[in-house]
């Protein structure tokens, strides 16, 4: 009944789904560009359009009162960004002990602009040794969709020219609220 009613909202406001089903049952996707509140409805519709049941986290203040449970039930994790307590070690190892689990991210970390993301998707991926599926939300041409799978190599910057190549065309609601596909310089 959530697929049905999922594409039929989709259809109804004018959205198109772009999906190929990766074969993987275990795997981080990557939503980008982000700029809007809007991300999160559109690609939750999108996932359930298809059937993917996503586990994603998002900064701790949204998960107050009913939105609390709300957002649990949809898949969401209260994360403290002002701590970082072995954040990567903790999602690889649920990876390590689950036989399906697909965990959206997005690497933005924000809906502002920022002039790098934030990479650790990236070390997540490595450590539990799982692929990075690309997902993304444009607005122009009214399409959110995922599908293309890339394996970390551990030459993140060789990895990052695959990432950037894939984000080149796509353009989130704020333009100007995009960043660079780029990582923080060592």
């Known amino acids: 009944m959530l697929k049905i009613l999922s594409k039929l909202i989709l259809k109804l406001i004018g959205w198109h789904v772009d999906v190929t089903m990766p074969k993987q049952k275990k795997f981080i996707m990557i939503g980008a560009p982000h700029t809007t509140n809007w991300d999160l409805p559109l690609g939750l519709l999108c996932f359930w359009s298809v059937q993917i049941k996503i586990t994603w986290v998002a900064k701790q203040q949204i998960f107050v009162g009913p939105f ?3 957002f649990r039930a949809l898949g969401g994790i ?5 701590i970082h307590t072995g954040f990567i070690k903790q999602v ?3 990876f390590n002990e689950r036989d399906e689990m697909v965990f959206g991210i997005t690497p933005e ?3 502002s602009k920022t002039e790098y993301w934030k990479t650790g998707f990236y070390y997540i991926a490595l450590e539990a040794n799982i692929p990075i599926c690309l997902a993304y939300i444009d ?3 009214r399409t959110v969709g995922f599908g293309k799978m890339i394996t970390p190599t551990g030459d993140i910057e060789k990895d990052f ?3 950037r190549d894939f984000y080149k065309d796509k353009t989130g609601k704020y333009p100007e609220k995009q960043g660079p596909v780029r990582i923080r310089e060592r």
């Not at 209260?78 to 002002?82: G, L, Y």
């Open 92 to 94: 690889a190892n649920q």
């Open 109 to 111: 970390g924000t809906r």
């Open 78 to 82: 209260p994360v403290d960004r002002s």
């Open 161 to 163: 020219e695959l990432i």
């Open 68 to 70: 609390n449970y709300f």
């Open 139 to 141: 607005f122009p041409s």
